[in-house]
Structure formats: C-alpha cells, structure tokens
C-alpha cells in the first residue's frame, strides 16, 4: 500500500481514535451481559472472521523475522488482549465518562514512548499540542462530578461498589497499553501493511483469548442474550478489531508515533459523547470547555509547518 497523504493520515488518525472511543463506551453494556473474557474472545473471533482474507501472506512479503514476529505478538498482548480486558473491567466499574478522563494520559504516554524507544525527533509544538491535550482533559477531570457505574451483572455488585479505585488503575494501565500499541505498530508499518498487521495481531489476540474465553462460555447461558445485545457485540468487535486497526496503521505509515499519538485525544472524546448521549451521564459546561481545549491541541498539532528557506524534510520511518 502506497503512503496516505498527510491530511488523509490525519483523517485516518481520527476516526479511529474516534471509534475506538465509542466502543469503549458502548463496552459498557456488553460488560453486563457477557464475562469479561468471553467477551474479548467472541470480539477477537467476529473480527477474525471478518478479514480471513487479509492473513494471506502477500507475494512480494518476505518471510517474517523472528523480531517482528514478537512486536506483533507484543502489539497483540498489550493493544489487544490487556487493552480489551483492562478497559471493560475498569468502565465496568466506574463509568464511559471516567474512561474518557484517565485515558486522556495517552497522548503524553505516546509521545515520551515515541521519543525514548524510536527515538523520534518530537517538536515543540508537538509536546506544546500534548501538554494542552493532558490540561483540557485534567480540567475536564477537576470539574467532573463522579458518578459511580450501575451495577453489572457480569461482575460483583460489592467489587463494583467498593473498589472503584481498581476500576481507575486498571484505566490508566489500558491508557499504558494503548501507547505502547501506537508505538510499536509505528515501528512495523515500517516493514508490513496495515491490512497484513491488522490481520496478525488479531490472530495473536485469538490465541491469547481462547483458554480464558473456552472456560467462560463454557458456563455462559447463551441463550439468555438478546438480539439487541448481538449486533452490539457484532458492531464492537468490527470497529475494535478491523476498523480501527487499519485506520490506525493507515495513519502511521505518514505520520510520527508523537504526532499521531495527540489523536488519541479523540478516544476520551468520544468516549464521553457517547457516555452522554447512549448512557445518560452529564457533562457540565465547564466540561465543554475542557474538551474545547483538548480539541485545539490536535488542530495545533496538524496545522501545516510554514515553510523557511530550506524546506523541513518529511519524517523518514525508525529503521532497525
């Protein structure tokens, strides 16, 4: 696949941000109707099945490295399967809009991770566009009523009540998880395509998943599932693992991990309005504003570079 142009990169970035955002709300319901992992397992096959065709190895690949092998197994683990897991335990036991709140943390995580372990040059309007991305969200987060999540029936009411402390650590380790996502899957779009990585790293997540979800189903009334509930899940596993994945990877063949990583601001973003409008939660005005100044973080951050004497050369992808 040829390289995107910059604002199709960026268009790319943004949708999947913003449907990765929208599933981590709409989480929220299919958390109380399946076990946390027979749910990341179903979402992990649905998804499989959706793109049997794109694991077919291309002609001209060359064999995989064993290298790149453990950056898709890696990639997998942490942006799939502890992605997955972390985020429906913990908005299960806090709420879409707490989600929206901690995984603001990420486009600061990407960019120092982009920095220390690709060792990318991050400007200084890109650090500028991260602090102002981390602010909006902190004064979303300071001006936020806490509203405790409705009791699932897929995890203990007790749990879900009194340790909503681990519901914000598990948040913040999905938050750890996802930078490490964008920041390897930068480092294979060097090597793969983004159909080929979207493909794989499912595989992997299916693999993982598998003993974990085989013994949750295998205790599991299936039958009790409404039709509603099924075409959520089925909308769920599409936008979490094809969609957004290759909208991700598309957008990281053209842009720098930093850069890219100050569109996951769109993921709490989401998050919310869909929290908001589906759910029922509130957002106060001082909310708005909050979210204004996350959303001009990533208008800095894509502002095109005025161009001096001697023209600033296109980011080159990390070599090995």
Known sequence: MNTPSRPVAYLCLALSMSLVGSYVALSKPLA?????????????????????HWLRKPAAE????????GLLFLQSLLGNFLFTVCMIYGVSM??????????????????????????????????LSVAMAVA????????????????????EPQNTHNLVWLGYALLVAASLCEAAYSVIG????????????????????????????LHA????????????????????????????VWLWMTGLKAVP?????????????????????VLGERMTPMQMVAFGIALASVVLAT???????TPAAPPAPEGN
């Open 136 to 155: 909006g969200i902190l004064l979303f987060s300071l001006s936020k009523p806490e509203h405790h999540a409705p009791v699932s029936s897929a995890l």
């Open 94 to 127: 806090t709420s879409a809009t707490s989600a929206g709140v901690i995984m603001s943390s990420i486009p600061a995580a990407v960019a120092v991770m982009s920095w220390v372990f690709l060792r990318e040059r991050v400007a200084l309007r890109t650090w």
């Open 257 to 277: 991990a930093a850069q890219g990583g100050i569109f996951t601001v769109l993921l709490p973003v989401s998050a919310t309005l869909v929290g908001v409008l």
């Open 62 to 69: 060359a064999p995989l490295p064993a290298h790149t092998i």
């Open 32 to 52: 109380a109707a399946f076990p946390v992992f027979l749910l990341a397992w179903m979402r992990f096959g649905i998804g499989g099945v959706a793109m049997l």
């Open 303 to 309: 502002l095109p570079v005025r161009r001096g004497r």
């Open 217 to 244: 189903a295998w205790h599991f009334d299936f039958g009790a599932v409404g039709a509603g509930t099924w075409l959520l899940l089925v909308f769920y596993a599409l936008a979490a693992c094809v969609w957004s």
């Open 186 to 213: 930068k480092k294979l779009t060097g090597t793969l395509g983004p159909r080929r990585i979207t493909s794989l790293i499912n595989l992997w997540g299916f693999l993982i998943a598998t003993p974990f979800g």
